[in-house]
């Protein structure tokens, strides 16, 4: 499945940013406001080649927000009941399904993401749709917005997660019901910085996605999102195969498979627990 970088995008203006976090021992301070953290699940591989993780991502529902369904960098070119049967125990268990929309950063035209939405809809009945590889930039934001609309005229009260990988130009956050403003490794969230204007919406709007994060650092990383106010996260142990420490993934993707701590961090955050 498409893994989901923070590559850089070209022309972006630079946006105003908080100091860096206090992490490791240092204090922490209050986070902006108290928050209750869950997970959202940016790709499993296929139900066939993951079947146990399917398994525990519904016995883990309570503490899961949504999870992605991506068949095959989309909703493939026809039904597949292994997807159908694994998202209908999701949602069966109360958890948002969502289809893996692939904007390609504005490259893919409006029909064929509506054309992909269709499918999701009549084959898998989902909950909603993640926007990967949405892009940042205002000058690409009346054409994301044209697509929302039509996502929500398709399905009423979708639920929809932009997954930018990095702060985006602040008009994004009326679009969508969450804003995914970090994805990528351990090494660069340790010690990233928040845009100011994002203190300006509740934490349940921003969702952060990070690989690579050993065992011993949990902690602190739940203090990075708790400071800079997300409150859907999904921390790793896998890596991209691109840098030091942790379980390299196969194929490179390190959502595919769950952490090798999933239950340890279940445990942290599961249901009632307010980080």
Do not use: K
Not at 18 to 31: E, K, L, S
Not at 173 to 178: G, K, T
Not at 213 to 236: K, M, N
């Amino acid at each position: 499945m498409p893994h989901l970088g923070r590559t850089p995008r070209p022309g972006r203006t630079p946006l105003p940013v908080r100091g860096p976090h206090p992490t490791g021992t240092a204090a922490v301070g209050a986070p902006r406001t108290p928050l209750r953290v869950g997970f959202g699940v940016p790709g499993t591989a296929h139900p066939l080649l993951a079947a146990a993780e399917w398994a525990e991502l519904t016995r883990s529902c309570g503490s899961l927000h949504w999870v992605v369904l991506n068949v095959a960098g989309g909703p493939g070119d026809r039904p597949d009941p292994h997807c159908l049967d694994a998202a209908g125990r999701l949602r069966n268990a109360g958890v948002r399904v969502l289809g893996h929309l692939d904007v390609a950063y504005g490259a893919r035209s409006f029909g064929e993401l509506v054309s992909d939405a269709h499918r999701y809809l009549d084959w898998y009945l989902v909950d909603g749709f993640f926007l990967a590889r949405c892009p940042t930039e205002r000058t690409a934001l009346p054409e994301v917005r044209r697509t929302v609309t039509t996502l929500r005229a398709l399905l009423d009260r979708a639920h929809v997660v932009f997954g930018h990988g990095s702060h985006p130009y602040p008009g994004y956050v009326e679009s969508a019901d969450q804003l995914v403003t970090f994805s990528g490794p351990w090494s660069d969230y340790r010690w990233s910085q928040v845009a100011e204007w994002t203190a300006d919406y509740p934490p349940e709007r921003f969702c952060h996605l990070v690989h690579g994060v050993p065992r011993g650092h949990l902690d602190e990383a739940l203090r990075v999102a708790r400071w800079q106010g997300a409150s859907t996260i999904y921390f790793t142990d896998r890596t991209d195969g691109g840098g030091s420490g942790g379980s390299r993934a196969l194929g490179g993707d390190p959502w595919e498979a769950l952490p090798g701590y999933w239950d340890d961090i279940v445990s942290r955050i599961g249901p009632g627990v307010s980080e």
